[in-house]
């Protein structure tokens, strides 16, 4: 769906101008996103090279920026474009949401006293933060690219991977079917596994405004 609305969007200049931002809004996503992880899974003093919180706030600005732009078209006169206006909008919501998460994620690290280690649960948090990573590249490249193949393909997938890890870990931490991590421990994997979650979640957001209408975002086709 979105692949037809990115030729109208490449004809209207603020149209442009706001797809522009969201692939800029998506690269600063990347960045923030692999290094949040590292702040976590890899560091004891949650040291990045990077600043988390100006980055999310200059997300933030983009998100109201592509508002705007939206807006000021759709009332000088682009009524006919009320479908592609709305897809732009749910896809920057979900950009913007990303960034969040990934923020998110840089504050437990700050709040962690050291680096997360899952115990038992290592093997799959880390298959879940490989998967969680690919996908998001993925999304946005497909994004980026408007690869309508890809886009189903990285739909299929999300099904069988991030979200069943996820529940996995965190269901078998509040059950009490493990008790050898700390509470602290045990309070910030479920945390975590959550925030990675919702950032595939928001990813396949994205991947699916390519191949489903508005109605649609976020469901399979």
Do not use: W
Not at 94 to 119: C, M, W
Not at 133 to 156: C, G, P, W, Y
Not at 174 to 179: F, K, L, P, Q
């Amino acid at each position: 769906m979105f692949k037809q609305i990115f030729e109208i969007f490449k004809s209207d200049s603020l149209y442009e101008q706001a797809l522009l931002e969201c692939h800029e809004m998506l690269e600063i996503d990347r960045e923030m996103f692999n290094e949040s992880i590292k702040s976590l899974r890899s560091s004891d003093t949650a040291e990045i090279p990077i600043d988390i919180y100006a980055m999310d706030k200059k997300i933030n600005e983009f998100e109201r920026d592509v508002r705007r732009k939206v807006m000021t078209h759709l009332a000088v006169g682009g009524k006919d474009d009320i479908g592609s206006g709305l897809i732009l909008v749910s896809v920057v919501i979900d950009i913007e949401r990303i960034g969040d998460y990934t923020k998110n994620i840089y504050d437990l690290a700050v709040q962690h006293p050291k680096k997360l280690s899952a115990g038992n649960f290592e093997k799959k948090l880390t298959d879940m933060e490989k998967a969680t990573v690919e996908f998001l590249n993925k999304a946005i490249d497909t994004f980026k690219s408007q690869d309508i193949d890809l886009a189903r393909k990285l739909m299929i997938d999300y099904k069988t991977d991030i979200s069943s890890a996820s529940n996995d870990i965190v269901n078998a931490i509040v059950s009490g079917a493990n008790d050898e991590l700390s509470p602290e421990v045990a309070g910030s994997l479920c945390l975590y596994a959550r925030y990675l979650k919702r950032i595939a979640a928001h990813s396949r957001n994205l991947v699916s405004s390519i191949v489903n209408p508005f109605e649609r975002i976020g469901y399979p086709e």
